[in-house]
């Protein structure tokens, strides 16, 4: 998938993981590799209400790719 498309999939639905992802793709994306970068499109498939229990910590990703690609995201500061 082009930047450009992950970027547009990272506009989602609650502005509490529009603050997470947007920076996240804009400044630390293209550094990935491509197998991470397939995890993290992987995990913009997820929907809302999912993503949203992961990342604030409500419950655990039962996929290990994934939950990893979380704690990525997470780990990475907006500059």
């Given at each position: 998938?082009?930047?450009?498309?992950v970027r547009w999939a990272c506009r989602r639905g609650?502005?509490?993981?529009?603050?997470?992802?947007?920076?996240?793709?804009?400044?630390?994306?293209e550094a990935l590799?491509?197998?991470?970068?397939?995890v993290f499109v992987r995990l913009l498939a997820c929907?809302?209400?999912?993503?949203?229990?992961?990342?604030?910590?409500?419950e655990q990703c039962p996929n290990p790719e994934l939950a990893d690609m979380v704690v990525t995201v997470r780990g990475r500061p907006a500059p």
């Amino acid at each position: 998938m082009s930047t450009a498309r992950v970027r547009w999939a990272c506009r989602r639905g609650m502005l509490e993981l529009d603050v997470l992802f947007q920076p996240f793709v804009e400044n630390h994306y293209e550094a990935l590799s491509d197998e991470q970068k397939a995890v993290f499109v992987r995990l913009l498939a997820c929907e809302d209400p999912e993503l949203f229990a992961w990342f604030m910590g409500h419950e655990q990703c039962p996929n290990p790719e994934l939950a990893d690609m979380v704690v990525t995201v997470r780990g990475r500061p907006a500059p």
